[in-house]
Nanobody, 122 residues
């Protein structure tokens, strides 16, 4: 079992920055790939960024490329999502998730946090 707790979401003006954090705990958490998802009202959740267990491989959605950076501190069991140049369309609940696969085939990530709200005002 893996437990995930996100933090850092808040109201921010367009053009601003935020850093989201996700602390993982549980069995063998350092073996898990981590992803940041988001879900806006009325929309499906989408994978924004993902990072391998070692941190050596990262992947980004087109909407995040050039603005968001995912990283992890293995010693702290924490994954971060640095978000710059925020836009109103980035408004969503952001979820941290963990899985043994970076891109699970035909299924969702195995473990999810409770989410943190990010609101970007224009």
């Amino acid at each position: 079992q893996v437990q995930l707790v996100e933090s850092g979401g808040r109201l921010v003006q367009a053009g601003g920055s935020l850093r989201l954090s996700c602390v993982a705990s549980g069995s063998a958490v350092r073996s898990y790939a981590m992803g940041w998802f988001r879900q806006a009202p009325g929309k499906e959740h989408e994978l924004i960024a993902a990072i391998s267990w070692s941190g050596g491989r990262t992947s980004y959605a087109d909407s995040a490329k050039g603005r968001f950076t995912i990283s992890r501190d293995i010693a702290k069991n924490t994954v971060y999502l640095q978000m710059n140049s925020l836009k109103p369309e980035d408004t969503a609940v952001y979820y941290c998730a963990a899985d043994l696969e970076l891109f699970p085939k035909g299924r969702e990530y195995s473990y999810w946090g409770q989410g943190t709200q990010v609101t970007v005002s224009s």
